[in-house]
């Protein structure tokens, strides 16, 4: 297989089908391959290669979730003189700065703020979590300028 199909089976797998289904459906549209001796030592080859990367990338999600873990992040926003932001905080912008900080890729899904948005200058506890490791990290906002 080439792509995953529904009902069928996953990318870099070998699956028999009927040779109907594969003629006029699966070979035409690309979605997969012969299953030849080349192809099936190629699509192995692909696939050890995928889970030794996934394998590092978890590693080193790991490692950077164990050096966040206490650490401060300061945002700079711009809120009223009662301290309430102009536009709120979300996990985009905390994945963005954490991204920045740790020079790795943080997705949002992995960025829990508690309530929701932050809509207030001042320190907030996030909590961060990915492969089975958990960090927690004070968030600072800090009021950059105000308006009228």
Do not use: C, W
Not at 11 to 17: A, C, H, L, P, S
Not at 73 to 85: E, Q, T, V, Y
Not at 97 to 121: H, Q, R, T, W, Y
Request: hydrophobic share 40%; no cysteine.
């Amino acid at each position: 297989m080439l792509k995953d199909v529904k009902g069928v089976g996953q990318r870099n797998t070998v699956k028999e089908v009927s040779d109907g289904y594969a003629l006029n459906y699966l070979l035409p549209r690309g979605l997969a391959l012969q299953a030849t001796k080349v192809a099936v030592f190629n699509a192995k080859k692909q696939q050890d290669a995928e889970q030794q990367k996934s394998a590092e990338g978890k590693e080193k999600t790991r490692a950077m979730l164990k050096r966040m873990d206490g650490q401060t992040l300061i945002i700079k926003a711009r809120s009223n003189d009662k301290g309430h932001l102009f536009k709120s905080i979300k996990t985009d912008d905390v994945a963005a700065a954490l991204s920045d900080l740790g020079n790795i890729a943080f997705e949002p899904a992995m960025i829990s703020l508690g309530a929701g948005a932050i809509k207030d200058v001042g320190e907030h506890v996030i909590h961060l979590a990915g492969e089975g490791m958990e960090a927690t990290v004070t968030l600072v906002i800090e009021k950059v300028g105000s308006g009228n």
